[in-house]
């Protein structure tokens, strides 16, 4: 009888351990195939901390070599270093390049970022998403590998404090690409009165006017100006 249950017990044992190798080699296969489909592919920003991107801003990611990303982050290109282990990751400071975009664009960017430097882990489904997390798993960026369109005109709304007790409250509207002729800023003025303003090419940041009123900055700063009178400085309201 004891010989029997030393048996059954050796016999169970083997089992277990059978079992253990296979789950462990059928996960190996399911990371490996998140890996191979992650660096195989662009990947187009769908939302940012759950947020879906503002309509017409596109942002990428892609694998470029075994150790490194490159993409668009929404005004400007970067890159970073990238180390994959299974479903770790860990992503560098991005380096960027420097030019100054719309503040619907650099908002974007600049979530986009952070989110990124943020991000330890990434998973992708069965229906070919890519989600990136954070060390406490909560969700910061999900990707799909589709191109992001809509035919919706993407707008910010900004709040300015300025000098001699001016506000503005502006809305950035985008139609198209960066410096596009049919994107404008509406401001609505303290006294609740508005203008729309076309956006002109602009050497460094943004600049609106319709040239009697002029609209010009760089990150969160601005500077108002009105016909002939001397430009006031503002700056956003978080």
């Known amino acids: 009888m004891l010989k029997i ?33 992650f660096i195989e592919n662009t990947w187009w920003v769908e939302t940012i901390y759950h947020k879906p991107l503002f309509d017409n801003v596109n942002i ?27 479903n770790k990751i860990s992503i560098d400071k991005s380096l960027s390049t420097r030019m100054a975009c719309s503040p619907l664009l650099m908002k974007s960017e600049h979530l986009y970022l952070n989110a990124l430097a943020l991000s330890t882990k990434y998973q992708i489904d069965s229906a070919g998403h890519l989600t990136f997390f954070d060390a406490q798993d909560n969700q910061t960026i999900t990707f799909n590998r589709g191109k992001k369109t809509s035919e919706k005109s993407p707008s910010l709304i900004v709040h300015y404090t300025c000098e001699r007790d001016t506000s503005l409250t502006v809305s950035f509207v985008e139609h198209g690409s960066q410096n596009s002729d049919d994107n404008m800023a509406i401001v609505t003025l303290s006294d609740n009165k508005s203008v729309t303003l076309p956006q002109t090419p602009s050497a460094s940041g943004f600049l609106y006017t319709n040239g009697k009123f002029s609209l010009q900055g760089k ?9 002939r009178m001397k430009a006031m400085r503002c700056k956003t309201i978080m």
């Open 5 to 37: 249950a030393l048996i059954l017990s050796s016999l169970l044992f083997f089992m277990a351990c059978t079992h253990h190798t296979a789950t462990s080699s059928s996960d190996t296969l399911a990371i490996q195939e998140q890996k191979n489909i």
């Open 60 to 86: 990428t990611l892609r694998v470029v070599e075994k150790n490194k990303i490159s993409g668009k982050s929404g005004c400007n290109q970067y890159a970073s270093q990238l180390t994959i282990d299974e």
């Open 219 to 227: 990150a969160d700063n601005a500077l108002w100006t009105v016909g």
